[in-house]
């Protein structure tokens, strides 16, 4: 069946650092990707999302390349700040329901440090 | 505008106790869905309405879990006879239409956290 993995956290940086997390996905036929962000104390939200083979999502300096051939959705951002800590899910939808059908990985926790 | 919407956001209950959890979606969307999430995890997939039709309930973990749409826009997901494995974050989700392939975005609410001792 279907299934999202990524990388395990936590993941801490300091301010202004690289960020890259991680996701492979197994799935039939060729999903939607979706990353969403869970900020502390606030509900799931949806970061960025790529429908087809080679597009890149991106939003607020965060971006991610669907990659067919490596089956991957990683995220980057190129200078973290502080209000980035949050947890970060990877997801699919299988373009085969009738309806978006979302499968989440089990998410990646994200502290950034000044 | 408003969100979506959950109440209670904290539930706890004693074992075998029945709980209902209601979501108000965003109004005018057509679709609605429930996530299971636990301690550490991803939402997992309990059901979805397409107005008041539930057209998939393949993600309920057992015929204990119960959930409704009747007039298409409040939700409400009852569990009955609570069991301590059903401690988790029920989160609500709604968009504004059934268009499938990534285009059509979830809205989630806060969720609710219900702990059963």
């Known amino acids: 069946g279907n299934s999202v993995t990524q990388m395990e956290g936590p993941v801490t940086l300091s301010e202004e650092a690289f960020l890259t997390i991680n996701c492979t996905y197994t799935a039939t036929g060729y999903p939607s990707l979706f990353w969403y962000v869970q900020y502390p104390g606030e509900g799931l939200q949806l970061l960025l999302k790529?429908?087809?083979?080679?597009d890149k999502g991106s939003n607020k300096g965060f971006e991610a390349t669907y990659r067919k051939e490596t089956t991957s959705f990683h995220l980057e951002k190129g200078s973290v700040q502080v209000s980035d800590s949050a947890v970060y899910f990877c997801?699919?939808?299988?373009?085969?329901?009738?309806?978006?059908?979302?499968?989440f990985g089990p998410g990646t926790s994200l502290s950034v440090i000044p | 505008g408003a969100g979506v919407s959950q109440s209670p956001r904290y539930k706890v209950a004693k074992r075998g106790q029945d709980v209902a959890l209601r979501c108000d979606p965003i109004?005018?969307?057509?679709?609605l869905f429930w996530y299971q999430q636990a301690l550490g995890q991803g939402p997992e997939f309990l059901t979805y309405f397409q107005n008041e039709a539930q057209l998939d309930k393949s993600g309920l973990p057992s015929d204990r879990f119960f959930a409704e749409r009747p007039e298409g826009s409040v939700s409400t997901l009852k569990i009955q006879r609570t069991q301590q494995e059903d401690s988790a974050v029920y989160l609500c989700?709604?968009?504004?239409?059934?268009?499938?392939?990534?285009?059509?975005?979830?809205?989630f609410g806060p969720g609710t956290r219900l702990t059963v001792l």
């Open positions: 109004s005018g969307h057509v679709s």
């Open positions: 790529a429908t087809k083979a080679d």
């Open positions: 997801a699919l939808s299988d373009k085969k329901t009738s309806y978006d059908k979302v499968i």
């Open positions: 989700a709604s968009s504004p239409s059934f268009e499938r392939g990534g285009r059509n975005e979830q809205f």
